[in-house]
């Protein structure tokens, strides 16, 4: 099994920063991409950044130019450097990973897919 672990959040005030990890654990063949999420109150999870394998990050509008998407193959780790930080930006934070995993049937390896999601992070940005 797989699980992802975010850290990081907590109370930040307006134009503050904060750092979000999530680390991986569990027998993963390899990771392809990895983002953020978050979602507040009677809304949709959205998209906040996301970085591909290769390292090439996208944002979303709203925090472009303020986030910071990084990753860290050798820990199976991905971060989100926050900086600037509005009031706007308080939410639940996920982080989500795009995992292949070699399984065995009838002793046959199979490479699967799997999107696998943290437990969320609180953010709140308040004075």
């Known amino acids: 099994q797989v699980q992802l672990v975010e850290s990081g959040g907590g109370l930040a005030q307006p134009g503050g920063s904060l750092r979000l990890s999530c680390a991986a654990s569990?027998?993963?063949?390899?990771?392809?991409?990895m983002a953020w999420y978050r979602q507040t109150p009677g809304k949709q999870r959205e998209l906040v950044a996301s970085?591909?394998?290769?390292?090439?990050?996208t944002y979303q509008d709203s925090v472009k130019g303020r986030f910071t998407i990084s990753r860290a193959d050798a820990r199976n780790a991905v971060f989100l450097e926050m900086n600037s930080l509005k009031a706007e930006d308080t939410a639940i934070y996920y982080c989500?990973?795009?995992?292949?995993?070699?399984?065995?049937?009838?002793?046959?390896?199979?490479?699967?897919?799997?999107?696998?999601w943290g437990q969320g992070t609180q953010v709140t940005v308040s004075s």
């Open positions: 989500n990973a795009d995992i292949l995993r070699t399984e065995y049937s009838g002793g046959r390896p199979r490479v699967n897919r799997y999107q696998y």
């Open positions: 569990g027998t993963i063949r390899s990771i392809n991409n």
């Open positions: 970085i591909t394998m290769a390292g090439s990050p």
